[in-house]
């Protein structure tokens, strides 16, 4: 017989967004379910960020012995890595994270915790298991699972993608990569420096998401040198008996297993949203509005990866406290939503912060592009890491910086501090008036900034240093 309740707030997926939206809304009510079928502990922690991370730091570690003898260190032609110890150690930091996450959830959840997977019968009703609930508002963060094309799934255990590649125990030695965004990106790259024949192939002529056709130059460059990549072209698979023949229009390669890497998908399949009575588009997603998490009128909202929006871990905790906020209070209101900041973790790192350039191009208003080299950048060189491309786009009636598109070691924290910049509408002159401590990363920032205040020359030049009218103490004797 199926039991039933009535909550205030049901919260279906308990991932990073859930996990925020819960926190929200046990600030303003104690009646509320969160229900997931598990496993807990958030896609981040098991399946992307946490691993990936420990995967892409044991392969750079390795990678760094062909700089050695340069250094003056010797013995590095009896390094080896073992892979699957690498895994088990992925497998070890993996478990840490996740483990942690998965306490967590319970510990917020309580007793409030519905292990079951959820379907939508209504847009206020909700059945888990046997279980019928009855919700004012609903919260959907189910997140979102890898694509893969539905021919490629007869091949089994030979498609990896990054739900699955972490829990192999070893890793075949030839390997396709299908797709260069950052999952595609980051793996490839790591599996090649640990020794793997790694392939990479894509549709798109660019990689980790660059627009300028520059800066993705210098990165398909770098790239190329580690690991073959052919762009501009989808391929085709062959089952080769025990391996996969892929089929690409400049060549032809066969390899034990394959990567794809080619997006995610809103994990909404079998959720109900045609019970919602809105109209849903040919992803099978409705409407909603990005400053609400509102789904049209209804009590219903949306989060985290699931929205298909912003598929990044700080946009998924914003949305979820925006639907945590809406989906426990009376009134619906609108939060803006940070500068866009987007980081793949290569080597060197890319990213992208604020307006990118393809955005920049089909605005109105006319823009400067300052350009830092970083073959020539004293700290990279220092490091035997000189490789990359800065570039930054400034208002030219403004001066404001409206975005960048960087490509150069330790993007993410140049990236961090442009989209703190863009945040408080700074110009290239305010930035310039910030201190670039030497030897440093930033100081290539500093060097894009002068080289489009140099633009704009004809439109303001004040000094780098602005003058003091007085002075608060005395002058040292």
């Known amino acids: 017989m199926s039991k039933s309740m009535r909550t205030q707030v049901a919260i279906i997926g308990a991932g990073s967004a859930g996990l925020s939206a819960l926190r929200r809304v046990k600030q303003h009510t104690n009646d509320y379910v969160l229900i997931d079928p598990g496993?807990?502990?958030?896609?981040?922690?098991?399946?992307?960020?946490?691993?990936?991370?420990?995967?892409?730091?044991?392969?750079?570690?390795?990678?760094?012995?062909?700089?050695?003898?340069?250094?003056?260190?010797?013995?590095?032609?009896?390094?080896?890595?073992?892979v699957g110890a690498v895994m088990r150690h992925v497998r070890a930091l993996r478990d840490h994270f996740a483990g942690a996450m998965a306490d967590v959830t319970e510990q917020l959840a309580g007793d409030r915790l519905i292990r079951e997977r959820a379907t939508l019968l209504a847009p206020d009703r909700?059945?888990?298991?046997?279980?019928?609930?009855?919700?004012?508002?609903?919260?959907?963060?189910?997140?979102?699972?890898?694509?893969?094309?539905?021919?490629?799934?007869?091949?089994?255990?030979?498609?990896?993608?990054?739900?699955?590649?972490?829990?192999?125990?070893?890793?075949?030695?030839?390997?396709?990569?299908v797709g260069l965004g950052p999952v595609g990106l980051e793996l490839g790259q790591a599996l090649g420096r640990l020794g793997l024949e790694v392939t990479a192939f894509s549709m798109k002529d660019s990689v980790g998401g660059l627009t300028d056709a520059d800066v993705n130059e210098a990165a398909l460059h770098v790239f190329s040198q580690e690991f073959a990549i052919h762009t501009g072209a989808a391929v085709e698979l062959q089952d080769m008996g025990g391996a996969l023949r892929v089929i690409h229009p400049e060549m032809e390669i066969t390899v034990d297993a394959v990567l794809v890497a080619v997006g995610a998908v809103p994990d909404v399949q079998g959720l109900g949203l045609e019970h919602l009575g809105v109209p849903l588009d040919g992803r099978g997603l409705p409407a909603f509005d990005t400053h609400t998490a509102q789904i049209g009128d209804l009590g219903v909202?949306?989060?985290?990866?699931?929205?298909?929006?912003?598929?990044?871990?700080?946009?998924?905790?914003?949305?979820?406290?925006?639907a945590g906020h809406n989906g426990s209070t009376k009134g619906v209101e609108r939060f803006c939503r940070r500068t866009r900041l987007y980081i793949v973790f290569s080597d060197p790192q890319i990213a992208t912060v604020g307006q990118d350039r393809l955005q920049l191009e089909t605005r109105a208003g006319g823009f400067v592009i300052g350009q830092a080299d970083y073959?020539?950048?004293?700290?990279?060189?220092?490091?035997?890491?000189?490789?990359?491309?800065?570039?930054?786009?400034?208002?030219?009636?403004?001066?404001?910086?409206?975005?960048?598109?960087?490509?150069?070691?330790?993007?993410?924290?140049?990236?961090?501090e442009l989209a703190l910049a863009i945040h408080n509408n700074m110009t290239v002159f305010d930035l310039l008036e910030m201190p670039f401590y030497h030897p440093t990363a930033e100081e290539g920032l500093r060097t894009a900034l002068r080289d489009a205040a140099g633009q704009l020359a004809d439109t303001a030049a004040?000094?780098?240093?602005?003058?003091?009218?007085?002075?608060?103490?005395?002058?040292?004797?």
Request: contains cysteine; proline residues 7%.
């Open 375 to 416: 073959s020539e950048q004293s700290r990279a060189m220092l490091e035997l890491h000189n490789r990359g491309l800065v570039h930054i786009y400034v208002d030219r009636a403004s001066l404001q910086l409206l975005g960048a598109e960087l490509f150069c070691p330790d993007a993410e924290h140049l990236a961090h």
């Open 301 to 322: 909202f949306m989060a985290g990866d699931a929205d298909a929006c912003c598929p990044i871990l700080h946009e998924a905790l914003d949305e979820g406290f925006i």
């Open 39 to 82: 496993p807990l502990g958030t896609k981040c922690a098991r399946l992307g960020c946490m691993p990936s991370k420990a995967l892409i730091s044991v392969a750079r570690d390795y990678h760094r012995r062909h700089v050695f003898a340069q250094e003056g260190i010797h013995g590095a032609e009896r390094l080896a890595a073992n």
């Open 126 to 177: 909700i059945r888990a298991g046997e279980m019928e609930i009855t919700a004012d508002r609903i919260i959907l963060a189910t997140g979102s699972r890898p694509r893969i094309p539905e021919a490629w799934r007869t091949f089994g255990g030979r498609i990896l993608t990054s739900d699955t590649i972490f829990e192999q125990e070893d890793l075949p030695r030839r390997i396709a990569v």
């Open 462 to 477: 004040p000094p780098e240093l602005s003058l003091c009218g007085s002075a608060p103490e005395p002058p040292l004797s």
